[in-house]
């Protein structure tokens, strides 16, 4: 094994090796749900195999799918270093965020399941829970909006 492109040792070190890259990490800094995420996105150009190495070390090997020298075999084990970063931090982020992310999550699907229908609406008992209405908000269209009757016959107001 050997230090990563200045990585400090012990924390990610690699072994460039005849068309693989040996990547072993610290899995306190770079859990294993982090090193899923981040050798998901070398499944097109690598075989991609974990393995424990010690109960806090993890273990990956890319293995390229088309022939690489060594400089590729480097470059690809840089990837792997910024993507585990990059994988790691995004996880912190949404454990962070995970109330505001259910919340957004909730909205979005009560705003697709869309308006309730006619016979949801006929079927819902709108007596159950007290109305509060302080400004008069809640009156129908037909009493808002409601000719006003025609004075009788005979009253105040009407024709001799």
């Known amino acids: ?27 306190s800094v770079y859990p294993l749900p982090s090193v899923y995420a981040a050798a998901f996105t070398f499944i097109a150009r690598c075989w991609v195999f974990l393995d424990r190495d010690g109960a ?40 962070l965020n995970r109330g505001l992310i ?23 008992d709108f007596a159950d829970e007290p109305f509060d209405d302080p400004l008069g908000i809640a009156q129908s269209w037909e009493d808002k909006y409601k000719k006003p009757k025609p004075p009788a016959e005979g009253s105040e107001g009407g024709t001799p």
């Open 1 to 27: 094994m050997s230090e990563l492109l200045g990585m400090p040792p012990g924390r990610v070190d690699a072994d460039i090796g005849e068309g693989a890259v040996t990547i072993t990490v610290d899995a």
């Open 102 to 124: 259910e919340s957004v999550t909730m909205a979005a699907f009560g705003g697709a399941m869309g308006p309730p229908s006619l016979d949801e609406l006929e079927a819902f």
């Open 56 to 95: 806090d070390r993890l273990r990956i090997v890319l293995t390229a799918k088309t022939p690489i020298d060594a400089d590729g075999l480097r470059a690809l084990a840089g990837e792997m270093s910024n993507e585990l970063l990059a994988s790691a931090w995004r996880r912190e982020i949404t454990r």
